[in-house]
């Protein structure tokens, strides 16, 4: 990883990987350092040049004085200023799950640094607002957690799952926190025992890394708070709003009314896959933003 100096004496991580168009990459989390998207730098590194920058607080990044800027404007405005800080042109944000929300808030921020913005699973609009009109995200996200509920794992992870906020609020170890998100995680994908997957999640495994005090920031108000929608009609660039159908978390149900606020955005709703398409659809996913980015 090289470092990169910012503004007061802090520094932000990062690598490189690929050729072609300059673009940034965002991990999600928040919390959880770039390299677990290495696979989605590799997969795309023909036509991409991507910068994986750690979020502040993960990897070697400097964490924020204050908590509210584990935000995704908080993140965007950090990116941005790596993105300065690097002399770099206009680029592609491409992000996933929480830095898929960054992507889009940093190309709603800052139109003048955004050639394209490809959001993967992004997370839009929070439970408070969800309940207020009605439910259709949680009602997906139950849904689609029972669908394995006869897998081995499952007695053990959905307790996780359940108390995941009360859990992370009082973890005093990033340890727990990575913990817990490899306890979970064979609920991001929709076939997630098939033995090509479960060898590919082992791997994804290896790689969480987390940042607790994000982690509690968004689970102690940001998250449950979280619209997007008044900002994404900020969105100048051509953008692409990728999800998996059997995503309980960032699905259908999240996907939609996102593409739905951005003037001229594509969607891209891949069948017989979770949250994290560049293990599940890899050539689905690459054909998707390939073609994305030819338009």
């Known amino acids: 990883m090289a470092e990169v100096a910012l503004r007061g004496a802090r520094v932000a991580s990062y690598q490189v990987i690929g050729s072609g168009r300059p673009a940034l990459m965002f991990a999600g989390g928040p919390g959880f350092a770039a390299s677990y998207m290495t696979g989605d730098a590799e997969l795309l590194s023909d036509a991409l040049q991507s910068y994986l920058i750690d979020p502040h607080g993960s990897g070697s990044s400097t964490p924020p004085a204050d908590p509210a800027n584990y935000s995704p404007e908080g993140h965007a405005r950090f990116y941005e200023e790596v993105r300065q800080a690097l002399g770099l042109p ?12 960054t992507a889009l808030s940093y190309a709603a921020l800052f139109p003048e640094s955004t050639q394209a913005c490809v959001a993967v699973a992004a997370f839009g609009i929070g439970p408070d607002a ?14 689609l957690l029972a669908r394995h509920a006869g897998s081995p794992w499952y007695e053990a992870a959905r307790p996780v799952m359940d108390q995941w906020t009360q859990r992370i609020l009082a973890a005093d170890d990033p340890a727990v926190m990575e ?35 994000a982690g509690k920031a968004w689970e102690g108000g940001l998250y449950q708070s979280v619209d997007l929608r008044p900002l994404l009609g900020r969105i100048e660039c051509p953008t692409l709003v990728a999800a998996g159908e059997l995503d309980f978390a960032c699905g259908p149900a999240q996907a939609r009314p996102i593409a739905g606020h951005i003037r001229g955005a594509r969607l891209a709703l891949m069948a017989g896959c979770g949250h994290i398409p560049s293990v599940e659809a890899p050539q689905e996913y690459r054909q998707a933003v390939l073609g994305f980015l030819s338009g």
């Open 90 to 101: 206009r680029m592609v944000v491409l992000g996933h799950s929480f830095g898929g929300t």
């Open 130 to 143: 969800d309940a207020q009109e009605g439910g259709e995200a949680e009602a997906e996200a139950d849904a």
């Open 179 to 213: 913990q817990m998100m490899i306890t979970v995680l064979p609920f991001y994908l929709a076939e997630p025992d098939k033995p090509e997957v479960a060898a590919r999640l082992a791997e994804m495994s290896r790689m969480v890394k987390a940042d607790l005090a």
